[in-house]
């Protein structure tokens, strides 16, 4: 499995530098002196202050990347546009628009990397445990060495399918570029916004009746974490994201101090949900099953490849009762970002500007408080 060793990365693109992680994996980058150049692409404005990325406003058109990649001399690209909850996403209800983002933009995006003389030698996929989907008979837990046991079954399961099966074939194609594949299990954490964030913010949180399934999560800080191992060491290859443990749903519930509500019937579940819909609760198609079966991945591959876990599944659901109890404190935010073109070229460019930090008010501190949009686990 390990590629020949490249190093490091140098020259980053991230591609998705609006979304949540592209923002939060270019501001962890920045503070990398290894790391000497960071582009980030997107059709949207950023919505995290960067200090050293640059910007490029630009969709997923392959010849306009392409040309991006060669004049920056771009070694490693990162993609982190994978939209995988389908009632969090900023295309909302639009699944047209999901799957050109999930497979015709990942497909753009491979095809720009693509030409046997292309600088980038490293590339790097934000994917999800949906691969695996969520059925009765799977596995306890599913290493990365197997198939899925059925075809998948929503929408957002099939991106995430023909996303990983066109990285296979740019694999083939391009074998002397070290390619790695991260598959996210459910995330959890401080800020960010998913299904089931919203689902565990209910004060009785709705259970398919006589189901109690298992559940592994991954705190936000441990994913951006996974993504920066990935862009500083050269780790090739096909990787679960998990943290150790596992709950039942059931638990969970109780560590966040709820309750449960066993009120989805266990047929003809789909009705009762898109009923939940209207009422203003959001459970996705992708989501349904999970909450019917469950899921578990094996991590011990990402951990023998050097990564450690800064939370298990059990912490990280502490770290979001912590958030949830907050929240009843404090809402609302203050002055969001806004990413203004004149502004941020005079900050980057001035000889004026003081390039001495202003204070000791760190990254991790500054994350608190960044009013990033919802995003997708």
Known sequence: MPHQDKGGARRVLVTGLSTYWGGRLAAALESNPSVEAIIGVDSREPTRNLERTEFVKVGVQHSLIEKIVRAADIDTVIDTRMIVDSA???????????????????????????????????????????????????????????????????????????????????????????????????????????????????????????????????????????????????????????????????ETISLLGKKPLPVIPPWGTGVATSAMRRLGLSIPEEMINQLRFGRGLDNRAFKASGFHYALTSRETVVHLRERLRLNQVISGVVNPYRYEPEVEEFLRHSPHVSREPASDFGLEDAAMFDPSPPVED
Not at 180 to 185: G, K, N
Request: net charge negative; aromatic share 8%; glycine share 6%.
């Open 88 to 250: 969090r996403s900023q295309s909302g209800s639009r699944p047209t628009s999901v799957h050109e983002n999930n497979v015709i933009g990942t497909l753009n995006i491979l095809a720009a990397c693509s030409a046997q003389d292309s600088p980038v030698n490293r590339f790097i996929f934000k994917s999800s445990a949906h691969w695996y989907g969520c059925a009765q008979d799977d596995p306890a837990f599913f290493t990365e060495n197997m198939s899925r046991g059925h075809p998948p079954s929503t929408a957002i399961e099939r991106d995430v399918v023909e996303a990983e099966a066109a990285i296979d074939e740019f694999r083939l194609r391009r074998p002397d570029v070290s390619v790695t594949v991260l598959r996210f299990a459910n995330v959890l954490g401080g800020e960010v916004d998913t299904s089931h964030v919203h689902l565990f913010s209910l004060p009785l949180i709705p259970m398919i009746a006589g189901f109690d399934p298992r559940y592994q999560f991954v705190d936000e800080v441990d994913v951006v974490h996974a993504l920066e191992h990935v862009t500083l060491n050269d780790v090739a290859g096909v990787f679960n994201v998990a943290a150790d443990g596992v709950l039942t749903l059931s």
